[in-house]
């Protein structure tokens, strides 16, 4: 069983930077892919940013447009996600999720369908 718990949401307005964490229990993090999704009200759940075990692999939501990068450090059982240049339509409850065996456990994803665990959630907001 893995725990994860985000941290590092807030209220920043238009331009300013952020940087969630997300800090993970167990042994098997170092293993495992880890990925960023995020959810606005009434609208669906996005893809935000993923990495690979060794943090060599990242992909990001074609929003992000070189504005977040996705991190991490499995000595400390921790990933990242630095934002920048935030925008009102960053606007969401942010995840944190974990992928688990079986399967490509290690690889980067896109689909919140290959995670196993997730958090409880961090809230952004972006004031205009």
């Known amino acids: 069983q893995v725990q994860l718990v985000e941290s590092g949401g807030g209220l920043v307005h238009t331009g300013g930077s952020l940087r969630l964490s997300c800090a993970a229990s167990g042994r098997t993090f170092s293993s495992v892919a880890m990925g960023w999704f995020r959810q606005a009200p009434g609208k669906e759940q996005k893809f935000v940013a993923t990495i690979n075990t060794n943090g060599v692999i990242t992909s990001y939501g074609d929003f992000v447009k070189g504005r977040f990068t996705i991190s991490r450090d499995n000595a400390e059982n921790t990933v990242y996600l630095q934002m920048n240049s935030l925008k009102p339509e960053d606007t969401a409850i942010y995840y944190c999720?974990?992928?688990?065996?079986?399967?490509?456990?290690?690889?980067?994803?896109?689909?919140?369908?290959?995670?196993?665990?997730w958090g409880q959630g961090t809230q952004v907001t972006v004031s205009s």
């Open positions: 999720a974990a992928r688990a065996p079986p399967g490509s456990y290690y690889a980067a994803s896109s689909s919140p369908g290959d995670y196993v665990y």
